[in-house]
Each structure stands twice: as structure tokens, then as C-alpha cells.
T-cell receptor, first 113, second 116 residues
Framework: EAQVTQNPRYLITVTGKKLTVTCSQNMNHEYMSWYRQDPGLGLRQIYYSMNVEVTDKGDVPEGYKVSRKEKRNFPLILESPSPNQTSLYFC????????????FGSGTQLSVL | AQKVTQAQTEISVVEKEDVTLDCVYETRDTTYYLFWYKQPPSGELVFLIRRNSFDEQNEISGRYSWNFQKSTSSFNFTITASQVVDSAVYFCALSEAEGGYNKLIFGAGTRLAVHP
């Protein structure tokens, strides 16, 4: 089944404790992206990647890192989480050369205390 | 600057009523795509439709229909004979050619509650 898999689904952590949210897709998609969803703001792009070793900032990259060492994986790293990073996070992917729809993961609800 | 506005924060209807969700967008690009996504209570994002800027034909899919009007920069979504299963948050989104289609710009979403 074609899918984007994010883990964990829920995460509670404390300020300053490094964490990684994993994202993996099985569709051989070149393009992958991370979004965060906040009430009243919709979804905002954090980072995106057009292919292996090619990443770029979205609209709200501060406090986040990403890496794309393999085509299927695109982890989101919070080196020193803060309470304002409490949010619902979505990973997404699609083929790069088109503007097809994005396939989204199920989301990761992160709470930073 | 590019922007998507969904002015209706929440809508509440009774089953079988028709309901229209508004979406107004801003872009300087002449080539762009518009999308609607549904987010049911379970939280996942479900793709509903994609429309490119050169295709102003309205679209109907079952009880769903979309009205794209470039003259008013609107891409409204109508649900006919609403059902409880339509209860969800609905997002309108814009993707521009100038940005290489590398970003989806989302509206804030409209929460639709359909009551029995």
C-alpha cells in the first residue's frame, strides 16, 4: 500500500531535550516536505527536499533541522525543543517533476512542556 | 504576496442542508494550482481536488462541487445534502509555478459540523 509513515504518533517531551520525528515513504517520491499545523493558522511549511541531499527552508524553519540521506526517509529534528514548537506535524511526499497532490502522513502530535 | 483566506472559521448545519465553504486566494503568478483537503476528526489529511489556473470549469463529484472563478480569485466548495460524515476541517491551498510548486500555502481551515 502506498503510504507516508510518520513516527511517533504522539510525543510529549520537555524543553531542551533533542528529538527526532521520522518520516518514510514507499512510493519512490523525489519530493518530501514537513508542515506544522496550528489552530487558526492552517498548515505552514517547515522544510522541503527535492531529492537526496537537497533540502531547503520553508516558511517556518527556525528551531528545526532536516536531512535527506536516503530517498525514502526525511526525518525532522528538533535540537532543543521549546513550548512554541508544540504542534501537529505532517510529513508529505509527491513526485518531483509534477504538481500532483501531496500524500500526507497521519501526523505527529508533539507537546513540549 | 501569496495568501489563502478561508473567512469562515466554523460552520454548523443540519443533515441534508447544502453548505458552501469559501476560499479566496492571492497570487501574482499566472500559473498556479488550487487544492482542497479534508481533515476528519481522526486527523489525517484527505485530498479532495486539484484545479489548475487555466481550467475554470466547475467540477462535480457526487455530492461535492467546486466553483472556480478567476475574476474574483475564489475557489469555493459546496457540499449538497450534507451528511454527518462530512463533519471535518476543510483546507483550501495554493501552489505556484514561480516557487516551483515546492510549497502549498494553506488557508486557516473551516470547521464544518453536520448535526443529525
Amino acid at each position: 500500500e502506498a503510504q507516508v509513515t510518520q513516527n511517533p504518533r504522539y510525543l510529549i517531551t520537555v524543553t531542551g531535550k533533542k528529538l527526532t520525528v521520522t518520516c518514510s515513504q514507499n512510493m519512490n517520491h523525489e519530493y518530501m516536505s514537513w508542515y506544522r499545523q496550528d489552530p487558526g493558522l492552517g498548515l505552514r511549511q517547515i522544510y522541503y527536499s527535492m531529492n537526496v541531499e537537497v533540502t531547503d527552508k520553508g516558511d517556518v524553519p527556525e528551531g528545526y533541522k532536516v536531512s535527506r540521506k536516503e530517498k525514502r526517509n526525511f526525518p525532522l529534528i528538533l535540537e532543543s525543543p521549546s513550548p512554541n514548537q508544540t504542534s501537529l506535524y505532517f510529513c508529505a511526499s509527491r513526485r518531483h517533476s509534477t504538481n500532483e497532490k501531496l500524500f500526507f502522513g497521519s501526523g505527529t502530535q508533539l507537546s513540549v512542556l | 504576496a501569496q495568501k489563502v483566506t478561508q473567512a469562515q472559521t466554523e460552520i454548523s448545519v443540519v443533515e441534508k442542508e447544502d453548505v458552501t465553504l469559501d476560499c479566496v486566494y492571492e497570487t501574482r503568478d499566472t500559473t498556479y494550482y488550487l487544492f482542497w483537503y479534508k481533515q476528519p476528526p481522526s486527523g489525517e489529511l484527505v485530498f479532495l481536488i486539484r484545479r489548475n489556473s487555466f481550467d475554470e470549469q466547475n467540477e462535480i463529484s457526487g455530492r461535492y462541487s467546486w466553483n472556480f472563478q478567476k475574476s474574483t480569485s475564489s475557489f469555493n466548495f459546496t457540499i449538497t445534502a450534507s451528511q454527518v460524515v462530512d463533519s471535518a476541517v476543510y483546507f483550501c491551498a495554493l501552489s505556484e509555478a514561480e516557487g516551483g510548486y515546492n510549497k502549498l500555502i494553506f488557508g486557516a481551515g473551516t470547521r464544518l459540523a453536520v448535526h443529525p
